[in-house]
């Protein structure tokens, strides 16, 4: 056997790049949580053939000064956390530090950046992770990251690529998962010069869903407003009569990020018992937000897997938040109460918490009798 050698800091980024950037979409995924993260308010997404041939993210967020940026391409730099002890509490989308320097070592990448107090802006290239250019340039404030070539000198890689139009879709699924994410967030995706997508950013979630899923389901959905001690499920499912032949259009996010929960999933689902037809989903936007220290975040940046520490109130949480926001959409929990001070309305809806009392009373016994196997 060969001797043994520590390998240069371009193969172990390679070797990264391998985990973390399998294609297109996983390059846009990453520029993205970025620009996000850096508190952009709008961002533009343009691919050329697949995203493969271009791949540029512009944000109007922080930008990035002057004499970091060399420092964002190494591996293991974020401005993000400092210590072990912070990754218990991570508020931003990334945290890892090697996103940036795995891209460039499988790519050609042009940045411009500016920040609002730096005078002019500055531009950089870098080949296969390598700086070969840097210079002054006249730049709006915040980031823009052209990737050119991807994977041109990993032909291994390259070879795995799927038709352009295929990994287009891939690309367009992954910023559809983050508008959707971030309302707030004004999102634009152009394919081959063509607009795919344009979210208002208003902040309200309907607008979003009205932008990447159609007038349609938007008009099907009813909202959904939950909590379970310190967990809360905000967000919209499509109602009874509105279902789907498959589960494809069931999105959940936790803290912000998205995941694939068969937990949320038969929470979600468990919510329509007996008011689906076999073989039909539901349609979902649901948000779950609970204490950091309850989730692990701390799992493969690609994938999108997610450990909840105590995955029952999780189930409860969802499910009967739902259930309330179904109960409500069909009018059946309308309560007579004491009149409000204004004194003109006699009936009000329960509140998600008064729902809540009186849902897990009544439907306790059938609801854990008939749940459906967790992982
Ligand atoms: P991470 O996001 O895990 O910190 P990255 O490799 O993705 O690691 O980015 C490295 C650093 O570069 C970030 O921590 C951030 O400080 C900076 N950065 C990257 N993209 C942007 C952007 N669009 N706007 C502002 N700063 C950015
Ligand atoms: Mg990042």
């Not at 940026?69 to 002890?85: D, G, V």
């Not at 979003?208 to 938007?218: D, E, L, S």
Request: charged content about 20%.
């Amino acid at each position: 056997m060969a001797a043994i050698q520590v390998l240069d800091s371009n193969t172990i980024n390679q070797i990264a790049a391998g985990e973390v950037i399998e294609r297109p979409a996983s390059v846009v995924k990453e520029l993205l949580e970025n620009a996000i993260d850096s508190k952009a308010t709008a961002i533009t997404v343009e691919i050329q053939g697949g995203g493969l041939q271009t791949i540029r993210v512009t944000d109007n967020g922080s930008g990035i000064v002057r004499e970091e940026i060399p420092l964002a391409f190494k591996r293991h730099a974020t401005s993000k956390i400092r210590t072990a002890s912070d990754l218990f509490q991570v508020a931003s989308l990334g945290f890892r530090g090697e996103a940036l320097a795995a891209i460039s070592s499988v790519s050609r990448i042009d940045v411009l950046t500016k920040t609002a107090d730096a005078p002019f802006g500055t531009s950089l290239h870098l080949e296969a992770g390598v700086v070969t250019e840097r210079g002054e340039a006249g730049c709006p404030n915040g980031t823009t990251m052209l990737v050119r070539d991807l994977f041109y000198n990993t032909p291994a890689r390259m070879k795995f690529m799927k038709r352009d139009s295929v990994e287009a879709s891939a690309v367009l699924s992954t910023v559809q998962r983050l508008a959707l994410a971030h309302p707030e967030v004004a999102v634009r995706v152009l394919r081959d010069g063509q607009e795919q997508l344009s979210t208002p950013g208003d902040g309200k979630l309907l607008s979003a869903i009205y932008a990447v899923m159609g007038r349609q389901t938007a008009q099907e959905m009813t909202p959904v407003d939950g909590s379970w001690d310190k967990l809360s499920v905000t967000g919209f499912v499509t109602r009874p009569a509105a279902t789907r032949g498959t589960r494809g259009s069931q999105i959940f996010f936790v803290n912000g990020r998205h995941v694939r929960s068969k937990l949320m999933t038969a929470a979600l689902e468990q919510a329509y018992r007996n008011q689906l037809l076999q073989g039909r989903f539901p349609a979902c936007v649901l948000h779950l937000h609970l204490p950091e220290h309850l989730v692990d975040v701390n799992v493969h940046p690609a994938k999108t897997e997610v450990r909840f520490l105590r995955e029952q109130e999780v189930f409860d949480c969802v499910h009967y938040g739902v259930l309330g926001a179904l109960e409500q959409a069909s009018g059946r929990v309308q309560m007579k109460l004491k009149p409000q001070n204004d004194g003109n309305s006699a009936f009000r809806t329960m509140s998600a918490a008064e729902y809540r009392a009186a849902a897990a009373a009544l439907l306790e016994a059938g609801l854990r009798r008939g749940r459906v196997a967790r992982h």
